[in-house]
C-alpha cells in the first residue's frame, strides 16, 4: 500500500485511551470533520500542482484542498488548508511523527527534516511547498529493527535526556554527512548550529558524534 | 491562538476550520503564479493584503505570530527569472530573488569571486534557514539588521524590478526605505540583484558582531569592498555598508571616500572608521545601547576594511 489517505488510515498497534481512540486518532478525527465542512465551502482552485487552465494562475484557499506528499519515500495524501506548516501536515495529519514541534517558530530545530536533499526546518514553511519533492524524516533512519549509523551512535553513547531535540539532530548530522563522509570538527558545528538541546546533551553528542567520525575515518 | 478581537471587515474567517493544532496562522489562500506578469497582476489587484512567499523564514514566522496580517501569499518559487543564479566573470553575477542562501556558498566560481557575499550568506541563521532563506527575501523584508544588505551595498548591487508599470532598476542602497518597507510600488515585485563583475586586485569582507556564535540579530554588521591598485598599495575605490545602526542598512560614502586618500595605512583606514561612526545613527535596545552600537560600527569597520585589503593582496 503505498498511497494512504488519512482519514481511512488504521492505526494499529497505538495506545489508546478509554473509548478505544488513540489521542491522535482522536485529533485527526475532529480534524477530518473539520476539513470536511470547509469542503462544502468549495475550495477557489484544486491543490496547487493541478495542471492550470489558460489564464488560471493554480492556488488554493483558504478552505482545504488535497496534497499529496512524498515521505520517506511513500506517497502520501491528504486535505489540508494551505495555512498549514510541513511539520503539522506531517505530525497531525500523516501521523508521520519523528519531527517534533518545539518553537514551532523557526529557531529549535527539532523540526528538521531532509526535503530534496537539504534540511530544513519543516515548521516554517507551508506544507504545499513540500509538493513534489522528497521528504525524509527521522523515520527514514531506521530501517525494521536496524538503526542507520548516527541514531545507533545517539543512543550507544546516551546523547539524550528528554529526547525530544534527538530526531532534529540525527537528520542535521545525517545531512552533514552527506554533504561530506569525513566532516571536519568546523563542519560539524555548522551543520549543527541550528539546533538547540534544552536538556544540555551536547557533551555526549559530542563523543557521538566523535565515535562516527573516527568510525568512517577508519573505514 | 483565536481571534481576540474581531478580524477586518471582509476577512474570511471561518471559526469552523479552527483546529487545535493549526490555528496559529489565520486563514489564508495560497497562489504559485508561473510567470512575472501573473505574480505583478496579482500584487497588484490585492494592494497590501497580499505578499510575496520565497523562502518564507520571515513571512511565515511573522504570520504565525500574528505580526502581519494578509488575505494572501504569493509564492514566486514556479518563476523562471526569481530562480536565476548566474555568473559570468566579464558581465558579473544575477542572484533571483528568490534562491536561497545554499545555492550562492555551493557555488564554487561565486565563492571565489564574491568572498564578501559568501560571509554574508553563510551567516543568515544556521543550514536549514540558509536551505530556504533567500537574499532577495533578506532585502524585502527590510530589517536594519539584514546581513547581507550592507554587503550587497559594498558591493554595488543593483536590483531589479517588476510590475505592472514595466521594469526598473534602483541602486540597492536605496531599496530599504524604513523598517520593513521598501521602494517597491504597488504591483512591484523584486525580480533579482545583480552585481557587476569583481575587479582586479578586489577584495571584500562582511563581519557582524552577535552575542552567540550563531542563530542571532546582528547587533552590527558591517560590509567593504576595495579595489587597490597594481602595486596593491593605495585603493582605488571603497565602498562600506552598514547595519543595525540607522532605520536601514547605510552606504557611508565618506568612509569610501577616506580611504581612496593616499597610501593605505592603519590612520587612512581610521579615518573611513570615524566616518562609520559619524554616518551610524543607532538605537539603544535589548541587544546594545547606541552609544555601544556607535563604538562596534568603528570596530567592525576597521576589521571589514583590513579583510577586504587582505582579501585583495591575496589574489
Ligand atoms: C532562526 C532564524 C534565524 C535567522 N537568522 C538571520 C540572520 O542571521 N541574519 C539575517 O539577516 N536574517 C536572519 N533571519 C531572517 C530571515 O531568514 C532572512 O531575512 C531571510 O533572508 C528572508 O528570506 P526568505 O526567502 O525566507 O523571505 P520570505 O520570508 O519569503 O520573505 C521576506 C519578506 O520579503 C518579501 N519578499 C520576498 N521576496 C520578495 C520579492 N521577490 N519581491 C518583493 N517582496 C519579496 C516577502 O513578502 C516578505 O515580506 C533569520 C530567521 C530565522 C527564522
Ligand atoms: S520546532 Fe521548528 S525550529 Fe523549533
Ligand atoms: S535531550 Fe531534551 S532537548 Fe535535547
Known sequence: MNDHTEPDQPATGKATNGNGMSRRQFMKGSGVAAAATALTQAPLLEASAAQPAAGEVPGMGPAAGRLTLNVNGQKMTTNIEPRVTLLDALRNYLDVTGCKRVCDRGSCGACTVMLDGKPVYSCSMLALEAQGKPIRTAESLVQGEKLDPVPAAFARYDAQQCGFCTPGFVVAMKAVFEQNAKPSPAEVERGLAGNICRCGTYEQMRDAIYALCNQKRRS | ?315
Not at chain 2, 525580480?191 to 563581519?207: E, N, R, T
Not at chain 2, 558582531?209 to 579595489?227: L, T, Y
Open chain 2, 1 to 315: 491562538m483565536l481571534w481576540l478581537a474581531e478580524p477586518p471587515l471582509g476577512h474570511k474567517l471561518n471559526k469552523a476550520k479552527t483546529h487545535l493544532w493549526d490555528d496559529s496562522m489565520k486563514d489564508i489562500d495560497y497562489t504559485a503564479p508561473r510567470t512575472l506578469a501573473e505574480a505583478a497582476a496579482l500584487l497588484n489587484d490585492k494592494g497590501d493584503r497580499a505578499r510575496i512567499l520565497a523562502g518564507g523564514t520571515d513571512i511565515i514566522v511573522q504570520l504565525r505570530e500574528h505580526r502581519r496580517d494578509l488575505d494572501l501569499l504569493v509564492d514566486v518559487k514556479n518563476i523562471a527569472e526569481v530562480n536565476e543564479l548566474t555568473f559570468d566573470p566579464a558581465r558579473g553575477l544575477r542572484i533571483g530573488a528568490a534562491v536561497p542562501c545554499y545555492r550562492i556558498y555551493e557555488n564554487k566560481d561565486i565563492a571565489k569571486a564574491y568572498p564578501g557575499l559568501i560571509d554574508a550568506v553563510s551567516l543568515v541563521g544556521g543550514v536549514q534557514i540558509q536551505s530556504r532563506a533567500s537574499v532577495g527575501g533578506n532585502l524585502c523584508n527590510a530589517s536594519p539588521a539584514a546581513d547581507t544588505t550592507p554587503m550587497l551595498i559594498a558591493l554595488e548591487a543593483t536590483c531589479h524590478i517588476a510590475g505592472p508599470q514595466g521594469p526598473r532598476q534602483l541602486p540597492v542602497e536605496t531599496f530599504c526605505t524604513a523598517p520593513g518597507r521598501t521602494a517597491l510600488e504597488r504591483g512591484e515585485l523584486l525580480v533579482s540583484i545583480d552585481l557587476p563583475a569583481p575587479k582586479p586586485h578586489s577584495g571584500a569582507h562582511y563581519l557582524r558582531f552577535i552575542p552567540r556564535n550563531e542563530m542571532d540579530i546582528a547587533v552590527v554588521g558591517a560590509g567593504a569592498s576595495v579595489v587597490l591598485d597594481d602595486k596593491k598599495q593605495k585603493c582605488l575605490a571603497a565602498r562600506i555598508g552598514v547595519g543595525a545602526v540607522a532605520p536601514t542598512p547605510l552606504l557611508v560614502p565618506d568612509a569610501g571616500a577616506a580611504l581612496v586618500d593616499g597610501a593605505l595605512s592603519d590612520a587612512l583606514i581610521d579615518k573611513a572608521v570615524q566616518a562609520a561612526r559619524a554616518a551610524a545613527k543607532p538605537i539603544s535596545d535589548m541587544r546594545g545601547t547606541a552609544e555601544y552600537r556607535k563604538h562596534l560600527v568603528g570596530v567592525l569597520v576597521k576589521r571589514a576594511v583590513q579583510g577586504a585589503i587582505h582579501r585583495a593582496r591575496e589574489k
